[in-house]
């Protein structure tokens, strides 16, 4: 796996080396990357979100993750959790800073890039939500001390 970003995250570094180690990520390019954006990228990307781009010939996954540098914290996502009978479940959950929000879009995104190389089963937009959510979960059990410091 190769990240490339030219934000200083040596906290979300270290977070998702810990999240991956038991995959194989070896086929894997996650780009994070920060910007203000203009009104038509907020209307096409939202402010912040990600993408998973399975390969052309020859290239590996990428996992590109973009963030507003102007975003305001906290922000509460609410996405789509599961489906009964037709009806569509919501988790609701306050992000309350930059390493918050990129912990929940890994996780949502590094889900679709299990599916894609067939380490998981079920790519579907509710089961990467619930990831999204469990690796933030996991990222503020780990790192309790350095978010009451940045809140």
Same mark, same amino acid.
């Given at each position: ?13 270290e ?17 994070v ?28 996954y990428?996992?590109r ?11 509460? @996502?609410?996405?789509? #959790?599961? /489906? ?5 479940? &919501?988790?609701?959950? !306050?992000?309350?800073? %930059? ?20 380490? @998981?089963?079920?790519? #579907?937009? /509710?089961?990467?939500n619930?990831?999204? &959510?469990?690796?933030? !979960?996991?990222?503020? %059990? ?10």
């Open positions: 796996m190769k990240l490339k970003t030219r934000l200083h995250i040596p906290v979300i570094r977070f998702l080396d810990k999240q991956i180690v038991r995959y194989n990520t070896s086929d894997l390019n996650i780009n990357w920060s910007k203000l954006f203009s009104k038509k990228e907020k209307k096409e990307l939202g402010t912040n979100g990600g993408e998973c781009v399975p390969p052309l010939k020859n290239e590996n990428k996992i993750i973009w963030i507003d540098e102007k975003a305001h914290y906290p922000q509460d @996502e609410r996405c789509e #959790v599961s /489906t009964i009978k037709n009806r569509f479940i &919501f988790d609701k959950v !306050r992000v309350h800073n %930059k390493d918050e929000s990129l912990a929940w879009i890994l996780g949502h995104e590094f889900w679709h890039y299990l599916c894609f190389t067939k380490q @998981e089963s079920g790519n #579907v937009e /509710t089961k990467a619930t990831n999204g &959510f469990k690796w933030l !979960r996991i990222f503020r %059990k780990r790192y309790e001390s350095l978010q009451d410091i940045k809140r």
